[in-house]
């Protein structure tokens, strides 16, 4: 199936910015990639079980130069825009294998999104996970309505025998692929997007090794408006898109497997559809590093009170790092796909993201062992308007002379000027005073 629209001429040579030298991109692969029609359809169909999500103006606009719209996929039952693709590809099954049923084996956004709709659509479904898996997945995939069923200690271990129960019970075995159904699923971001933000310039999505939400929204936009930029964004440790486009087939690397923090944006590249189709529609991929995608998940919690996850968070992170300057003073749609991250990753991420943005300092002194030293070091934090998260007097294991205590104060500033200021104002007071770089 090729791709026809009202921009052929655009859309037709599909393969022609992807080197052939590899027997794994073929024309008979090209014959699978979507139609706009797909997409149309899939919206159709799919409109009563998912959200039409908000995409709404952001007060990040001002700080970063550019009008920018986000497209809150998070928002979805659970958490992902995968339950798009997801709930076409359900609907789209012969009723006998409705009948009989579906499995997956993983703990991924994409397993979510099919133990919650084929209870919905009372398909009967079934989930392997591996017993490292976190208990809280677990336990909210039990309450989408699946089945669960720990096996195996990697999820190599699961997927094996996700497989076997599929061949002896006659299941369906499901796993994230770039069938024309499920790109067309996933393409009705892009419709919404379009239908929502008149005139705009730019929409920038996830990207990584699964590139079908940026695949398929491409072959909508682009077929409503050649002229609109089409980014993905992946993290520079997993540059899996990037090195797959350069190779002209998906990359195989091991090495590229999914990382826990990132989710899906580290995973391997798992279709020529979607490659080919990003290599043709897609304007521009970059990368960024772990410390923007932090900072990202930290304003979008301040600014927008929405907590994401990496893969939620990547696309704002290009405009954080200022990897787009092209786009000042445009019009600009940013897709947050995902806001599925676990309470302990959140805890520690918001942590890290404080200290990166120059909001939480630590310095240690040496202070005579007397309550007025301590009290006066007080005063000078509170003059500067520092608020004080942990003080710590270490008295014991002190290299110094007797009588004296070291002191470490972890504060939190406004910003990078703020604790410019109170570094200076220490260093004068107390010119021995050491501070802990980040």
């Known amino acids: 199936m ?10 037709r040579d599909a393969l022609s910015r992807i080197p052939q030298s590899s027997s794994k991109t073929s024309l008979s692969s090209c014959n699978k990639l979507i139609r706009f029609e797909d997409i149309s359809a899939a919206a159709f169909k799919i409109q009563c079980g998912v959200q039409k999500t908000p995409c709404m103006y952001s007060r990040l606009s001002k700080q970063y130069g550019m009008d920018i719209y986000l497209k809150k996929e998070f928002l979805q039952y659970t958490g992902s825009v995968k339950e798009r693709g997801v709930l ?3 609907t789209s099954l012969p009723q006998d294998q409705q009948r009989k049923g579906v499995i997956v084996a993983s703990d991924s956004n994409f397993s979510m999104a099919v133990a919650y709709h084929a209870s919905e659509l009372r398909i009967p479904v079934f989930v392997i996970m591996s017993t490292s898996t976190s208990p ?3 336990k909210m995939c039990r309450e989408y309505g699946a089945m669960v069923i720990s096996y195996g200690t990697t999820a190599k271990d699961s997927q094996t025998h996700a497989r076997r129960l599929a061949q002896e019970n006659g299941y369906l075995y499901l796993e994230e692929e770039d069938s024309a159904v499920y790109l067309s ?9 379009y239908e929502q933000v008149p005139k705009l310039d730019a929409v920038i999505f996830p990207a990584g090794g699964h590139c079908g939400l ?3 929204s491409a072959a909508a936009l682009k077929h409503l408006n050649a002229q609109i930029s089409i980014i993905g964004v992946e993290s520079e440790n997993f540059p899996v898109l990037q090195q797959s486009l350069k190779a002209g087939h998906p990359i195989e690397d091991q090495a590229c497997s999914n990382h826990h923090f990132y989710g899906d944006v580290s995973g391997l590249c798992f279709g020529s559809n979607s490659l080919q189709l990003t290599g043709k529609l897609v304007d ?4 960024v590093r772990e410390e923007d995608i932090l900072i990202s998940i930290l ?9 994401v996850d990496a893969e939620g968070a990547i696309g704002l992170a290009a405009l954080v790092a200022g990897k787009l300057p092209e786009l000042k003073g445009k019009r600009v749609a940013v897709v947050i796909c995902s806001g599925n991250l676990e ?16 909001r939480v300092c630590r310095f240690s002194l040496v202070l005579s062992d007397c309550p007025a030293d301590v009290s006066k070091l007080l005063e000078i934090l509170a003059r500067e308007e520092a608020r004080v998260l942990d003080i710590k007097q270490e008295r014991t294991f002190v290299t110094s002379e007797l009588f004296t205590v070291e002191v470490t104060c972890t504060l939190e500033t406004r910003d990078k000027i703020h604790t410019a200021q109170l570094r200076n104002a220490l260093l004068e007071r107390y010119p021995t005073a050491a501070w802990t770089e980040r």
Do not use: M
């Open 88 to 90: 076409y590809l359900l």
């Open 284 to 287: 521009k991929v970059v990368a």
């Open 299 to 307: 304003r979008l919690l301040e600014y927008e009170r929405a907590t």
């Open 2 to 11: 090729k791709i026809v629209s009202r921009n052929e001429e655009l859309l």
């Open 136 to 138: 809280a997945r677990v």
């Open 214 to 216: 940026l695949a398929g």
């Open 343 to 358: 309470l302990h990753l959140l805890q520690q991420c918001i942590a890290r993201a404080l200290t990166l943005d120059n």
């Open 185 to 193: 699923g996933l393409g009705t971001v892009g419709l919404e997007v």
